[in-house]
């Protein structure tokens, strides 16, 4: 007897087999009891499952369709404006970093030198409460965020652990 | 004479609005039941073939038309269904047992089989076969994607290798291990 032909035994049952691989799988099926009752087996499921194949909820479809719309406004309108203020939370990030410096520089213990960079350096430190506010400062994403952004100063110092 | 979908597609791929909302209207509901069929919930469905005609209003231009529109949408729309479940897999998984769960805490009459000799064999007879699409929905997404393009959508085994992505030699295995799945996932429960 020839290998089983498994996989085609399947195919064979739902009637998708070229010609000469169905030939071949019934000379099989002639001298084989085992695939000759799988093909059987198969060939009841195939009918039993298109014959009692569910059928979906009842879809409201102009509200369907009206959704649809409204997502492809909601997409279309949101696409161009965060490309552009994206930066601003970068410009939040740069600003800790440049105080996070400061701090390092300080704890170096060396006095700063009367110059301009140590004028922009003091000015930075007078913002020390973004360091306070690192934790709120390092969640922030976009611009959903901006306001928070803006009232940095009128958070609570809100230390943790 | 109706303006065919490929011709349309076209027309979408050039931003037409009204090719657009005649394509969605001929497509919508057979799209809905294809994500319902595999992802067997509503507002996923819902989500996910709204989806996918915003991925063709994006990316009709990619359509070049070497396969039928259907064929080339409906891989669109599976692509999406297959990748959620991939991504979802844990809640699915968790969501699914305690679903199976609820189904095992029946009422004592309904654990205990019946007399031989039901007089209401029809309603038995009606249960045996609403259970092979519950006992389809423990097959893979794969399996059961194959399943509901060849069984309920009746592709043809080559049109349903082209909307999975690869080869009919392929799609025939999804096929058989799915049907022997089924095959003995029902046969042990009519041993019981």
């Given at each position: 007897m020839s290998r089983h032909p498994d996989a085609e035994l399947?195919?064979?049952?739902?009637?998708?087999?070229?010609?000469?691989?169905?030939a071949r799988v019934e000379r099989h099926l002639a001298d084989c009891a085992a695939c000759r009752a799988a093909v059987a087996d198969f060939?009841?499921?195939?009918?039993?499952?298109?014959?009692?194949?569910?059928?979906?909820?009842e879809i409201a479809w102009p509200r369907y369709r009206a959704e649809l719309g409204a997502r492809r406004e909601a997409r279309a309108s949101a696409s161009w404006p965060s490309r552009w203020l994206r930066p601003l939370p970068l410009a939040a990030a740069t600003a800790v970093a440049a105080a996070c410096a400061v701090v390092l520089y300080l704890a170096n213990g060396t006095p700063p030198a009367a110059d301009?960079?140590?004028?922009?350096?003091?000015?930075?430190?007078?913002?020390?409460?973004l360091i306070d506010n690192y934790r709120a400062v390092e969640q922030l994403d976009l611009l959903e965020d901006l306001d928070v952004i803006r009232n940095l100063d009128r958070l609570a110092p809100t230390r943790e652990g | 004479m109706e303006t065919s979908d490929e011709a349309l597609c076209q027309r979408v791929a050039g931003h037409d609005e009204s090719?657009?909302?005649?394509l969605v209207e001929r497509y919508q509901q057979r799209a809905f039941r294809l994500a319902w069929s595999i992802l067997r919930d509503t507002e996923e469905a819902r989500d996910l073939s709204q989806e996918a005609f915003m991925r063709l209003w994006a990316a009709a231009g990619s359509f070049r038309g070497h396969a039928r529109?259907?064929?080339?949408?409906y891989r669109l729309l599976v692509n999406l269904c297959l990748d959620h479940r991939?991504?979802?897999?844990?809640?699915?998984?968790v969501f699914s047992r305690e679903e199976r769960a609820d189904r095992e805490q029946e009422s004592p009459l309904e654990r205990h089989a019946g007399p031989a000799t039901d007089p209401t064999e029809t309603i038995g007879r009606e249960r045996a076969l609403a259970s092979v699409w519950d006992a389809a929905q423990r097959l893979s997404p794969q399996q059961r994607a194959v399943l509901v393009l060849h069984v309920q959508e009746e592709m043809?085994?080559?049109?349903?290798?082209?909307?999975?992505?690869?080869?009919?030699?392929?799609?025939?295995?999804?096929?058989h291990r799915a049907l022997?799945?089924?095959?003995?996932?029902?046969?042990?429960k009519e041993e019981r």
């Open positions: 399947s195919a064979y049952a739902a009637g998708s087999l070229a010609n000469d691989d169905r060939r009841v499921l195939l009918e039993q499952l298109a014959a009692t194949a569910p059928a979906p909820p301009l960079a140590s004028i922009e350096y003091e000015g930075l430190a007078a913002r020390m409460e | 090719a657009f909302d005649l529109f259907s064929t080339w949408f991939r991504k979802h897999r844990w809640w699915h998984q043809a085994m080559s049109d349903v290798a082209a909307v999975m992505g690869c080869a009919e030699a392929t799609a025939r295995v999804h096929l022997t799945t089924l095959r003995a996932t029902l046969g042990k």
